[in-house]
């Protein structure tokens, strides 16, 4: 029998979790109804952020909750998937930055001295 790496969320899931640490379940639930309540930002756009952070920390839970969310709060398809490639582009233009530490190792390495 196969097990999948990701369980399905379900009811029993919830329910063991908030058994087992309810205080921070219901602080978690307050800040995140603070955070994705309309104010500056729209609820629609903290959304298609939401789904963009859920593709650079890769949790599915995570994409799959936020994507529908999104979706009711009207957001196009269309634009879920250009936050999707907003988040592409700054989890690869990281590694870009980043590679700033490798060429000052390489180079101290080529260069002890200086």
Do not use: N
Request: charged share 20%; proline share 5%.
């Amino acid at each position: 029998m196969t097990h999948p790496l990701y369980p399905e969320s379900t009811a029993e899931l919830a329910r063991k979790r908030r058994e087992l640490a309810p205080e921070p379940l219901q602080a978690f639930k307050t800040f995140s109804a603070a955070v994705f309540a309309e104010g500056a930002l729209a609820a629609q756009t903290k959304q298609l952020i939401a789904v963009a952070v859920a593709h650079v920390t890769q949790c599915p839970y995570c994409i799959k909750g936020h994507t529908a969310e999104a979706l009711k709060q009207g957001a196009s398809e269309q634009q879920i998937m250009e936050a999707i490639w907003v988040a592409a582009e700054m989890r690869a233009g990281g590694a870009y930055a980043h590679a700033a530490l490798a060429l000052d190792v390489m180079h101290h390495h080529a260069h002890p001295e200086g």
